[in-house]
């Protein structure tokens, strides 16, 4: 079941199936929250093509920063296909991404069915329809994470069920020299200390 309302910020999609349901809107960006690494981890898919996800890079200031290719697709780093990945598999993002960088990622579809057929490739840093939405996760999950839901049929006759790969996306701040000096100060200052007694 699809339930689509229109919310202040654009079309926003309420997907329920299952025991679960996700609110997400379509073609939002995966934005870092702060300077930090990031990883993504498989979630699920429900998809008769198999495809697979690649990390594309990162934008800042209107660039975009390649990340770089580990296969013959030349899609920058891929992460994992939506089937036989087991849920809960993760995979750290190659780099450190500045605060409000947008981080791109392409899904290619490896074996095709009729309405996605082998071969075709959509992408966050050129997208031409709102083949993907980002948002809520579910369930819900601690720290700064960001859902997103892969829609693999772009040709019109779409089935709207953004569920042929669902993935996180999950923020870790690094801390500013500063502060991990005071962290380390903390530290040793917490430190038990030794009583030293004299020889007799």
Request: aromatic share 8%; net charge neutral; glycine share 12%.
């Amino acid at each position: 079941m699809l339930k689509s309302t229109l919310t202040a910020a654009g079309l926003s999609l309420v997907v329920c199936g299952g025991a679960s349901a996700a609110s997400f809107t379509k073609g939002a960006s995966v934005i870092m929250p702060y300077k930090g690494t990031a990883s993504v981890q498989f979630v699920s898919q429900s998809a008769g093509a198999k495809g697979s996800l690649y990390f594309v890079g990162w934008e800042n200031d209107g660039g975009i920063t390649q990340a770089t290719s580990t296969d013959s697709n030349n899609l920058g780093q891929f992460l994992f296909s939506n089937h036989g990945t087991a849920g809960g598999y993760t995979v750290d993002l190659s780099g450190i991404f500045p605060s409000a960088s947008i981080l791109h990622f392409a899904y290619i579809i490896t074996n095709g069915v009729s309405n996605a057929p082998t071969g075709q490739v959509t992408r966050t840093d050129n997208a031409t329809g709102s083949w993907y939405g980002v948002g809520s996760v579910t369930p819900s999950l601690t720290g700064d994470v960001q859902g997103v839901f892969v829609e693999d049929i772009i040709n019109g006759s779409t089935d709207n069920d953004y569920n042929d790969l669902v993935f996180n996306v999950r923020s870790l701040a690094i801390p500013a020299p500063g502060g991990a000096a005071l962290i380390a100060a903390a530290g040793l200052v917490a430190m038990p200390r030794r009583r030293h007694e004299k020889k007799a």
